[in-house]
């Protein structure tokens, strides 16, 4: 059965199997299934423990790895350069890299409660120096910093190597784009 949405063949069987069995059945059962993300977070910000750190990073460098090769005209502003074959290599073998950090933002509305049903599609930001990756799905705001050099005060926060995460919070008014979004969904389904 193929997915709803957009679609399109990247792999072959063995390494769509490898993603699927390695990053995505966990992220599934650890964010999605058992809620690690809470419904609601009373306070600025909330730190989750317990992550598979290496699982739980390679779901989401997947996730712009296949961004990165996909030959959709929605995905053509999305160009990783030198660290698509890092990426592929990470996805294949395994392994870590401190070139790559996961930095998530829940999307919490006025009374505090988080907006799991919304995804966006992936933009790149140059901040101080660093090429950021940017969506939104499964009720945050994730982030990927892809730039080779250190970025003073970064490592401290988002996925950790001990498998502590911290993620901060972000009002979902905040995304403009989302609400426009939001709006014109409402519009369709009114009409």
């Keep these: 059965m193929r997915q709803k949405g957009l679609w399109e063949r990247l792999f072959c069987h063995d390494c769509e199997q490898l993603l699927s069995r390695k990053y995505e059945d966990y992220f599934a059962r650890y964010w999605l299934n058992a809620n690690a993300l809470p419904d609601s977070i009373p306070d600025e910000d909330i730190t989750l423990t317990g992550i598979e750190y290496l699982r739980f990073k390679l779901y989401h460098l997947s996730i712009l790895y296949r961004v990165g090769i996909s030959s959709l005209p929605t995905f053509r502003h999305i160009d990783l350069g030198p660290h698509q074959e890092r990426i592929r290599l990470m996805l294949l073998e395994q392994t870590d890299s401190d070139k ?31 090429t950021f990756y940017n969506t939104i799905y499964a009720g945050c705001a994730w982030g990927i910093k892809t730039s080779n050099h250190e970025f003073p005060g970064l490592s401290a926060t988002g996925l950790q190597a001990n498998g502590d995460m911290l993620v901060t919070c972000e009002k979902y008014d905040d995304y403009e784009e989302l609400l426009q979004a939001s709006r014109l969904i409402n519009e369709a389904s009114n009409d």
């Design 100 to 130: 790559y950090h996961i930095v998530p933002a829940a999307l919490i509305k006025e009374d505090r409660t988080v907006v799991k049903r919304v995804m966006t599609f992936p933009k790149w930001a140059y901040i101080e120096g660093h």
